[in-house]
């Protein structure tokens, strides 16, 4: 049994458990105020931060009600509101309720988005997204206004994907703010914000972004399809959806990124790809992506292009550095001691005099002991990071060697590999360094450098097949296209930039428009 | 993923095969170097293999224990050929015998002069052996004593030896560096004989191998470098050394750096010039069914010594003092030749010329190859052409006067 068949029978086919609950009956309204109360009253359960206000209007009095979510709403916009209502208590010439229905229904629209609701489940949805809805004794309709104030912090500088020039705005958690962030980069009529819903008890405020005329109808739609295929009743941050919708749901490899800034957001979609922004959080899900996008840094565009190229090529070597080099010396400290160089032979041997693990396990042990430091000084709280550094490095870097329980130039490796990791700009690419470095390392421990080509073999294989939403992951070096390599392995000037990656089939494939007239290239300005 | 059958076999692959040649690098000894003696009147060959004591060579304190140990062990093997006295020295080892780094053999002169070709195929069949290590002869002496010789510049003898050779190969074209590869070529390619350097020590060998010899400022025992071996059918058969041995670096082509010294005026060696370049071509022909060879050398060089009065401002001077030059290497070529003709070794591989040029006689006259080399015609043409003066033109003693 393939490790896929055994997963989905231990986690059960969604599919086959998927309900559908667009069919259920709306509640209409009830002509009784006091029963359309208790009903809202019932289902909110009481809670506390429920608020329903009474007043009469109008001769003859009719009776209303004002309900909203204290914890949801903006002060001020209530406070109008409930003012213009009480106001009028004594009023004239509301002589009928339709006349006291159209009169409260402009007092709403100053408050803004006013609408008119017909059942009970659209109330109830508004009044969670922090509306405020006015009923009427006797109407079967009520208003709702957007008087929502949800908490939400400031814009910041992205913690994640730092850059030493170029933009330093982040996206926030409140969706509001992140379509406004990617709309002032693209003003244009063009750019498309879908709103979706998704998760049937959070009702998650889902927007599918892209540039319409650019990006290629049939991913937008597939995308989509995918949205709606998701079922599940929570989705909090964008990993719930990326989990999801992810073609290859078991590989080590991500095929798909997670951004935490609007210029690159901007910059991806304008390249004919979708962003999908979640409410609630500040990290962006862009696809489809290639394998060698995880190499490329924001600051790659913010930078020269020389020194951006120069700067890519070392991120490979890192993310190879990182992936290989412990099981490169335990390769050749337990296979192959004749490629050494005479005198770091004999270093090691000499290093290794008294030290009681073998090599393999020494390294194991100490790449294992790098991942509880790392996972300790990201999770200890912030007071506490820098006597944890302190602690490891000491206690690694120092007492261990000098107890002559691991090798210094064990150290050594693990610093690398452990530096060589956190060069990665995509956290993604790092965590599949991080994890198929284990795996490099038994193999290079039973075979040598046979294993570690066996297992190289198998990876490349494996990143062969990946597909990201259609598009190869291992685009544009396999299938090899030869245009798209200006922005992969080099990063060329920005005006030689002409075109859009082909492998995302964009409906606008050239960037840069130009005319040739007599064999002369004349760029059109 | 990889899926189903494909999986299957990849795991079976990692679970069924062990790890068959695993062996951590801290349970090898590693051999520097080896030296291969005969006693008198014995069949047995007697091997010593240097093994490198690595806590003593490392760089790191506090390691190891106190007080300072040698750098290397030797243990010694006896056996009537080598895998047996490989064995024999195995058995003496804690730790695996690992040939795969930077060392030197060492031929004893007895084994040497009574045949090397017994020693050469175990050499290159070793695992982990290398065909570019160095191959040494021991002149007058034992090689053990020889390679057991502690100095003060490199912490291990072995490496020692394999530097000097390399750097008076290099810096003054009396010995020929030889690794294992040019030996297996001379023995056994036709045409061509070997040529291996000589090692030999000076002073009193016993001390030698004692710490007191790296104390010293004045070692009491010194190891050197100097004359090659010539063979023929893989027994040595005479030594060269000095002047001569240059002369066969030179047909060999293989000078890096050389000293010509001239006589000027009544002193001798007044002159000394530099070869900083030196290009030899052996042009085979057959004078009536005899073999004749020309030497062609292109050399270039620099004054670095002028102690007579010459006009070295003079183009006419600095042409007389080529030719000069050219005579005196002609000179150190000819007497080459002789001693290698006086024994009949063709280490020069004239022969591997002549099969190349005229293989079918080649074929008729390999059989007395020894013979006729030795009453082979040899021309020799040098050329010689002085690029510069040094930093100054004219000669001091010239002011000074």
């Excluded at chain 1, 609408?115 to 969670?128: G, Y």
């Amino acid at each position: 049994m393939s490790y896929k068949r055994l997963m989905n029978r231990l986690f059960k086919r969604r599919n086959q458990a998927k309900q559908q609950e667009t069919d259920i009956d709306l509640i209409p309204i009830y002509k009784r105020l006091d029963d359309n109360l208790a009903f809202l009253k019932k289902t909110f359960g009481n809670s506390m931060d429920l608020a329903i206000y009474h007043a009469q209007i109008g001769k003859p009095s009719v009776k209303l009600a004002v309900i909203y979510l204290e914890s949801m709403v903006e002060d001020q916009s209530i406070n109008r509101l409930m003012t213009d209502i009480y106001n009028q208590d004594n009023g004239e010439g509301f002589t009928s309720k339709e006349h006291t229905f159209d009169w409260l229904k402009e007092k709403v629209v100053s408050v803004g988005e006013a609408e008119r609701l017909s059942n009970l489940d659209d109330i109830c949805s508004k009044v969670t997204y922090g509306h405020v809805v006015v009923l009427m004794d006797g109407v079967t309709h009520a208003i709702s206004g957007d008087t929502s104030a949800p908490p939400h912090r400031s814009i910041s500088e992205p913690t994640t994907q730092r850059v030493t020039q170029g933009p330093k705005e982040g996206f926030t958690e409140d969706i509001a703010t992140n379509l406004s962030l990617v709309r002032r980069r693209i003003p244009s009529t063009n750019l498309r914000f879908d709103e979706m819903k998704v998760g049937r008890i959070t009702r998650t405020r889902v927007a599918v972004t892209y540039v319409d005329g650019i990006v290629n109808p049939q991913l937008v739609a597939g995308v989509k399809r995918r949205l709606q295929n998701i079922n599940t009743d929570s989705v909090l941050d964008t990993r719930d959806i990326g989990d999801w919708i992810e073609d290859n749901k078991f590989s080590v490899f991500q095929t798909m990124l997670y951004y935490e800034r609007p210029d690159t957001v901007a910059a991806k979609i304008l390249e004919g790809r979708v962003a999908i922004l979640v409410e609630g959080t500040p990290f962006v899900l862009i696809l489809p992506v290639t394998a060698l996008e995880t190499v490329q840094a924001p600051e790659d565009y913010y930078l020269r292009y020389d020194i951006a190229t120069f700067l890519r090529a070392i991120r490979f070597i890192a993310f190879f550095l990182a992936l290989l080099s412990p099981s490169i010396y335990v390769a050749l400290a337990t296979f192959h001691q004749d490629m050494l160089p005479t005198d770091i032979a004999l270093n090691i041997v000499s290093q290794r005099e008294g030290v009681p693990f073998p090599i393999f396990v020494e390294a194991l042990l100490m790449e294992l002991t790098f991942e509880v430091l790392r996972e300790a000084g990201v999770r200890a709280p912030r007071i506490l990071g820098v006597s944890i550094t302190i602690v490891g490095a000491v206690i690694i870097g120092q007492t261990a060697v000098d107890a002559g329980v691991v090798t210094p130039i064990k150290v050594i490796i693990v610093s690398v590999t452990g530096i060589a990791s956190f060069v990665a700009p995509e956290f993604s690419i790092s965590v599949s360094a991080r994890l198929l470095r284990f795996a490099f390392l038994i193999l290079a421990s039973t075979y040598g450098f046979f294993g570690i080509g066996i297992a190289f073999i198998i990876m490349v294989f494996h990143v062969q097949s990946l597909r990201s939403f259609g598009v190869p992951y291992l685009a544009p070096l396999s299938p090899f296209i030869g245009s798209d390599l200006k922005d992969v392995i080099f990063r060329v000037p920005h005006w030689a930039m002409t075109k859009r990656p082909a492998y995302l089939q964009s409906m606008m494939p050239r960037r840069i428009r130009f005319q040739t007239s007599q064999g002369k290239v004349r760029y059109d300005d | 993923m990889i899926k189903g059958r494909v999986g299957w076999v990849f795991l079976l692959l990692i679970l069924l095969c062990g790890c068959a040649d695993r062996q951590d690098i801290d349970t090898l000894a590693f051999v520097s170097g080896v030296a291969i003696d005969r006693m008198p009147d014995d069949e047995e060959y007697q091997v010593t293999f240097q093994i490198i004591n690595p806590a003593q060579i490392s760089t790191q304190t506090g390691k190891g224990g106190s007080g300072r140990k040698s750098t290397v062990t030797s243990y010694t093997g006896r056996g009537s050929s080598l895998s047996e006295a490989l064995q024999e020295a195995q058995s003496k080892s804690p730790r695996k015998l690992f040939f795969a780094h930077r060392q030197i053999w060492v031929i004893g002169e007895r084994v040497a002069r009574q045949g090397i070709q017994n020693l050469i195929d175990i050499t290159s069949r070793l695992q982990g052996g290398r065909l570019s290590m160095s191959i040494a002869v021991a002149k007058e002496a034992m090689a053990s004593d020889v390679l057991d010789v502690l100095t003060a510049m490199e912490q291990i003898p072995a490496f020692k030896l394999h530097r000097t050779l390399e750097e008076k190969a290099k810096q003054t074209g009396m010995v020929i560096r030889t690794e294992l590869d040019d030996v297996i070529h001379g023995l056994v390619d036709e045409g061509v004989e070997p040529v291996i350097s000589g090692v030999e020590i000076l002073g009193q060998a016993k001390k030698g191998e004692t710490e007191e010899n790296v104390t010293q400022t004045k070692p009491t025992a010194v190891v050197k470098a100097d004359g090659m071996a010539l063979f023929r059918q893989g027994r040595l058969r005479t030594w060269v050394a000095g002047k001569e041995a240059r002369g066969v670096n030179f047909i060999k082509d293989r000078i890096e750096n050389t000293l010509i010294q001239l006589p000027c005026q009544k002193n001798e060696d007044a002159i000394g010039i530099q070869i900083t370049q030196s290009k030899a071509k052996i042009r085979p022909s057959l004078n009536k069914g005899q073999p004749m060879f020309t030497i062609q050398v292109d050399t270039e060089g620099k004054i670095i010594e002028a102690n007579c009065q010459v006009n070295l401002e003079e183009n006419t001077e600095i042409r007389r003092l080529e030719k000069k030059t050219s005579d005196e290497i002609e000179k150190q070529i000819r007497t080459a030749i002789g001693s290698a003709q006086k024994v009949r070794a063709d280490v020069f591989g004239f022969g591997q010329t002549l099969h190349r040029k005229h293989p079918k006689e080649w074929t008729r006259m390999k059989q007395r190859w020894p013979q006729l080399f030795k009453k082979a015609q040899v021309q020799v043409q040098v050329k010689t052409e002085i690029e510069n003066t040094g930093l100054r033109t004219q000669p001091l003693l010239e002011l000074t006067r």
